[in-house]
């Protein structure tokens, strides 16, 4: 049955959106015929390790899973022992939005650093140095981020090389969360190979499904050693595709394509019209720097449960009214005006 009622965009999550075009037609044209299950002895899987390669490098080695909650989970697993932990961010979604999968899985505790803008920087994480050798303390191992933060913020490539550098002087390893890092890349105005490979990052979570993706992400491992053993994990974390098939198709056409690149651009760029937007309407402030997709924005309370019925989003603080409103690949100039015409209209 066809519902005639115009379905209105949602500025809520990049998740929402659904998959490009391209990526469509991907899964259609790897739906013919039979391919080796789970990836084993598949062409198609060596010409994915081929394209990764030709990104990270020939060290590194990529393992595909089905979310991004499995992707970061494995990997902090595959780098921990029970007794050691992962510095994060007190806004990671490794910390706030897995659920407890990373303590449930790893069985390492999760030590977290309070920050505004979702970057941590090495001063911050010194402190935890202290409990090294300590036995009645976990001993800090890994540190985390996220790249684009949750808080909409970009880690620059100096950045990155800091955290690495001061992670490997002190025996411990830097992983990042890439459920953005295509957003992040086109803010920098770098590639993938200089964000990461040449910083001394150690593994990356490798996202698509927020920027086009029908499902699937990547682990990529820039030290093959690191990787050893992670095909069992993966098994027993659950997240090992019989028909892994159509999570390679996509990404080879994400890279090859350049589907990420302009996804991640387009996304980048209605934030900034949406948050130019909104400066003009009255009660509205932008309350964070707009790096990415995301636009963090205060707006008069009383409106707030009338807007989200118009175009749902969520409220980031509660407490001082700010808003996160995130922009898609599929979001347009049109989506943004009708919502600002609703704003302007609701705040008279």
Excluded at 2 to 14: G, L, P, W, Y
Excluded at 179 to 192: E, K, P, Y
Excluded at 217 to 237: I, M
Excluded at 282 to 289: D, E, V
Aim: charged letters at 20%.
């Amino acid at each position: 049955m066809t519902n005639n009622k115009t379905i209105r965009k949602s500025f809520a999550s990049d998740n929402w959106s659904g998959a490009s075009p391209e990526i469509m037609q991907a899964l259609i044209d790897i739906n013919q015929g039979h391919h080796p299950s789970y990836g084993e002895k598949d062409p198609l899987m060596e010409k994915a390790k081929h394209v990764f390669h030709g990104i990270f490098g020939s060290e590194s080695e990529v393992f595909f899973v089905y979310n991004g909650t499995g992707a970061n989970v494995l990997a902090v697993r595959q780098l921990l022992r029970p007794w050691e932990a992962v510095i994060a961010a007190h806004s990671a979604h490794l910390n706030e939005d897995e659920g407890g999968a990373p303590e449930a899985l790893t069985g390492s505790k999760i030590l977290t650093v309070h920050t505004d803008d979702g970057k941590i920087k090495p001063e911050q994480i010194a402190p935890f140095l202290n409990s090294i050798g300590f036995q009645h303390h976990v001993q800090p191992r890994l540190i985390t981020i996220s790249q684009t933060t949750e808080m909409g913020t970009v880690y620059s490539i100096g950045e990155i090389r800091q955290l690495a550098d001061f992670a490997h002087k002190n025996n411990m390893l830097l992983h990042v969360d890439g459920a953005r890092i295509s957003n992040a890349a086109v803010a920098l105005n770098c590639d993938f190979k200089e964000m990461i490979s040449d910083t001394g990052v150690d593994v990356l979570s490798f996202g698509g499904t927020k920027n086009g993706l029908m499902f699937g992400e990547a682990v990529v491992f820039l030290n093959k050693s690191l990787s050893e053993g992670f095909e069992y994990n993966r098994k027993q974390g659950m997240q090992l595709a019989s028909k892994m098939r159509f999570i390679i198709a996509q990404f080879i056409t994400y890279i090859e394509t350049g589907v990420w690149k302009r996804n991640a651009t387009h996304a980048n760029n209605m934030a900034q019209m949406l948050g130019a937007s909104l400066s003009e309407v009255k009660g509205f402030s932008l309350s964070r720097r707009i790096e990415a997709n995301g636009v963090f924005v205060m707006m008069p309370v009383e409106i707030i449960e009338q807007l989200q019925a118009e175009y749902f989003f969520h409220v980031w603080n509660e407490q001082k009214h700010e808003v996160r409103l995130m922009c898609s690949f599929d979001t347009t100039a049109d989506d943004i005006e009708r919502f600002v015409e609703v704003a302007k209209r609701l705040s008279n």
